[in-house]
Each structure stands twice: as structure tokens, then as C-alpha cells.
């Protein structure tokens, strides 16, 4: 369980430290940092030659440091990778104009899984990929088997090249019953990617989705999505809970959101939790969990 920081909140003095020392009293034990951020930027000094010949690399993050501190206090790092929207990589390959890289294309392959043994060696507890996926275009029900299948071919390239735990990030309606018939645009196909990783994190935000009975149950919305995904994989879920303030239901504070869906997540047996606030911004959750009593 844990919280997911921003590369430019870890630049701010101090501010690790406190982090650290809130998840220590709240009994949480992960941080899950933005390695390589959806503008395309590699955020630390990495060695992977293509990452400089596109510009992508901005080294503000000293990992050394960083690890060192998390991992002194005993807890849990994460690798936040994004993949396949790369404004970087889709400008040098494509046009400025296209965000996207596509799973099919091998220099977006090789690039993100030289990364991703980049840093593993690091020293990273876990691997975590984000938008391994096509662009969400296309109408559902179509047969999108081979986007399943490049996105599938990928997560066996990674895992290949990696001696630790690998985990990705998906869209919170892949985990309901229609996904199992490989009818999605963006290629994520709960069963076909369970064979290669070892946690999903499924972004299960209310406020995401479009039906407004969902968005207004954030403890229905998440309890649900959990379940029907732990009844088609074994594989852990570690669902990442909404922390922002977004089509909140009226008269609902954000703790009192955040706590619902906490109880969802630990009532559906899921494998921890884990935070997101696109700010790094956990005030509400730690109000959260002092009503909760932890």
C-alpha cells in the first residue's frame, strides 16, 4: 500500500522525507516513482543512447538518493514507466503532431525495455508500466486481437529481461466481463496479460467512468471492478484509488471518497492499494486515514 510521487516533488527539500515519514504512521509501505512521464522525459541520467539522441532525457531525479532513502526505511520502491505515449520517441519516429508510439513498432519495443533493465539494475523493487496500450480509439466490439497480441508480445520482451517483479497499469474496464472477448481498441486484454506479470493496477477511478450511477458509488464502482477481475486471473490486483478531487458526488468530501474506496478495495480481497494524485498532493488522504482510525 502506498502513494505514487511526481519527479518534481522529489526535487523539493524535504519532501521525501516527510512522505516517508506519513506512510510510516499510517502503516503503508510503498512509493511508486515517475521515472519516465507521459511528455516523454526519461527523468533521471540514464545511459540509454536513445533516449539522448531524442531530448527525452531530464535528469532531475538522483535514484541513488532516492533509493537509498526510501530503502532505508524499509520500504517498497516502484518504477513508474510510461510506454507508449511518447511525445519524445512519436516526434522522432513519426510527427510532432502524434503523441503515440505504437506496440508494434520495435524501436519503441527495444527503447522501453533497455529502460526498463536500466532500472531494474537501479535497484527498483518492482517495475511498474503505464499506457501499455494503443491509443483508446476504435469502437468497442470490434475483434482487436492483434493489439491483444503486440501488447501481449511486448510484456514477454520485458519480463524476459527482468529478475524482478513486473507489474502494469491498466484501464479500470478491463477488468469487467466484456474485455475477456479481446473486443477492446486498446489492445489490454486482462487473461492474454496475466501470463507476464506479476500485479495489475487496475486505474479504477469513479469519476472515469460515464455512466453517472458509477462515478456517484465510489465504494459499488471499486468493489465490482475488483471482483470481476479476480474472478478471471489469479493475478494480484493492486488497484490504484482515486486521491484528486474529480465528479466527487454531491456532499461527498474527498476522505470521505477516499475511505469508501479503501473499504471496497480491502473488502474484495485485492492486494493492497496504492494512491494517486496527479500533484502528490496527500492531505485529504492522510485525513482519510485518521478517520479510519490507522
Not at 484501464?171 to 496479460?193: C, K, S, T, Y
Not at 465510489?218 to 468493489?223: A, R
Not at 484528486?244 to 458526488?249: M, Q, S
Amino acid at each position: 500500500r502506498g502513494v505514487y510521487l511526481t519527479s518534481y516533488s522529489l526535487t523539493r527539500p524535504g519532501f521525501l522525507s516527510g512522505i516517508l515519514d506519513r506512510l510510516a504512521d499510517y502503516g503503508l509501505d510503498t512509493v511508486v516513482v515517475n521515472v519516465k512521464n507521459m511528455h516523454g522525459e526519461v527523468c533521471y541520467p540514464t545511459e540509454v543512447e536513445l533516449a539522448h539522441r531524442i531530448g527525452a532525457v531530464a535528469p532531475r531525479l538522483d535514484l541513488t538518493q532516492i533509493l537509498g532513502e526510501i530503502h532505508s526505511r524499509g520500504m517498497y520502491a516502484v518504477a513508474r514507466q510510461v510506454v507508449f505515449y511518447d511525445p519524445n520517441l512519436a516526434a522522432y519516429l513519426h510527427s510532432p503532431a502524434a503523441p503515440w508510439v505504437l506496440p508494434s513498432e520495435e524501436v519503441a519495443v527495444e527503447y522501453n525495455v533497455a529502460l526498463a533493465e536500466e532500472l531494474a539494475a537501479l535497484g527498483f523493487d518492482e517495475i511498474q508500466l503505464d499506457y501499455v496500450r494503443f491509443p483508446d480509439e476504435g469502437e468497442i466490439g470490434a475483434d482487436y486481437s492483434a493489439r491483444c497480441a503486440a501488447v501481449e508480445e511486448f510484456l514477454a520482451r520485458v519480463k524476459d529481461g527482468l529478475s524482478l517483479p513486473l507489474s502494469v497499469d491498466i484501464f479500470g474496464r478491463v477488468l469487467w466481463p466484456w474485455n475477456a472477448r479481446r473486443i477492446d481498441p486498446i489492445g489490454q486484454h486482462l487473461e492474454g496479460m496475466a501470463r507476464y506479470v506479476e500485479v495489475f493496477s487496475p486505474m479504477i477511478y469513479p469519476s472515469h467512468y460515464v455512466e453517472q450511477a458509477l462515478k456517484d458509488d465510489p465504494y459499488g464502482t471499486v468493489l465490482r471492478a475488483l471482483e470481476h477481475g479476480m474472478a478471471r486471473v489469479d493475478t494480484p490486483m493492486r488497484p490504484f484509488l482515486q486521491a484528486f478531487e474529480l465528479a466527487l458526488p454531491a456532499g461527498m468530501t474527498l476522505p470521505q471518497y477516499i475511505v469508501a474506496q479503501i473499504r471496497a478495495a480491502e473488502e474484495s480481497g485485492a492486494d493492497g492499494y496504492l494512491f494517486w494524485n496527479p500533484r502528490a498532493d496527500y492531505t485529504a488522504l492522510w485525513q482519510a486515514l485518521e478517520s479510519l482510525g490507522r
